[in-house]
């Protein structure tokens, strides 16, 4: 469960290095939308590879996956209608307003959970982490808290306060890496198919409603550029992986 949490806490530490980095820096849109199509690509390869198919695979084709996928992707979909009616999918608006913090941060949450999970499960099943798919979830948290802090800033947040608020979002995607880790421990491959399925499931509604439109909305066409060299890459390490297995 140690190992779970380590891995979980590496992956989600770059909402502290985004956060650093837009502490100091001004990050352009453009290179802001670029770093999230490309992040984009990469979680896309993972949702596939590292989490659907090895689904379907472990679950010998019952079809219980296909549930948990719809499952995970409406519960994100529903969760996130909700906490952004609350304001907390305005990125850097939401952030420079202190009253939008909370749905901001439950966002944020949203989103990272059920990677952190994700990585958790991984250790379990493996005993070590998918190198592919510690890179996607890395990838996908940078430039949401680089956007954030920009708004933070904005609105008057001191660089120890935005540090503070991302280093506790780290600890809980920290934590669920290691709940992944205990409380799947004695689940059947069925039920770990299913878990898999729904994160896919979720993960994949976030990409689609969430960071592809902002990187396209940043970027414009050079995001899809960087997501297809981000899946692309993502297949070759995932490859390289199985293939040290093998």
Same mark, same amino acid.
């Given at each position: 469960m140690g190992s779970a949490f380590i891995w979980g806490l590496v992956a989600?530490?770059?909402?502290?290095?985004?956060?650093?980095?837009a502490s100091w820096v001004t990050i352009g849109k453009r290179t802001l939308g670029i770093v999230m199509? &490309? #992040?984009?690509? @990469?979680?896309?390869?993972?949702?596939?590879?590292?989490?659907?198919?090895?689904?379907?695979?472990?679950?010998?084709?019952?079809? &219980?996956?296909t549930l948990g996928f719809f499952l995970g992707a409406f519960t994100f979909f529903f969760a996130d +209608?909700?906490?952004?009616?609350?304001g907390g999918r305005q990125s850097e608006a /939401? /952030?420079?307003? /202190?009253?939008?913090?909370?749905?901001?941060?439950?966002?944020?949450?949203?989103?990272?959970?059920p990677e952190s999970v994700v990585i958790g499960? #991984?250790?379990?099943?493996? #005993?070590? @982490?998918?190198?592919?798919?510690?890179?996607?979830?890395?990838?996908? !948290?940078?430039?949401e808290a680089a956007a954030s802090t920009a708004g933070m800033r904005a609105g008057g947040w001191s660089r120890v306060k935005i540090l503070l608020l991302w280093s506790a979002i780290a600890m809980v995607c920290a934590c669920a890496s290691a709940a992944g880790y205990a409380l799947l421990g004695g689940a059947s !491959?069925?039920?770990?198919? @299913?878990?898999?399925? &729904?994160?896919? #499931?979720?993960?994949?509604? +976030?990409?689609? !409603?969430?960071?592809i439109p902002e990187a396209y909305a940043h970027a414009g066409k050079f995001a899809g550029v960087a997501m297809v060299i981000g899946f692309a890459i993502a297949v070759w390490v995932v490859v390289l992986e199985h293939a040290g297995a093998g």
């Open positions: 989600a530490s770059s909402l502290i290095v985004g956060g650093l980095i199509g &490309f #992040g984009a690509g @990469v979680l896309m390869s993972a949702v596939a590879y590292e989490l659907v198919y090895e689904a379907l695979h472990i679950a010998k084709l019952s079809g &219980f996956p +209608m909700l906490i952004g009616r609350m /939401a /952030a420079a307003q /202190a009253t939008l913090v909370v749905p901001l941060v439950l966002g944020i949450i949203l989103d990272g959970v499960l #991984g250790v379990l099943q493996g #005993g070590t @982490v998918s190198v592919a798919m510690l890179v996607a979830v890395f990838m996908s !948290n940078l430039p !491959n069925l039920v770990l198919a @299913v878990v898999q399925a &729904f994160a896919g #499931g979720a993960m994949l509604m +976030m990409l689609a !409603n969430t960071m």
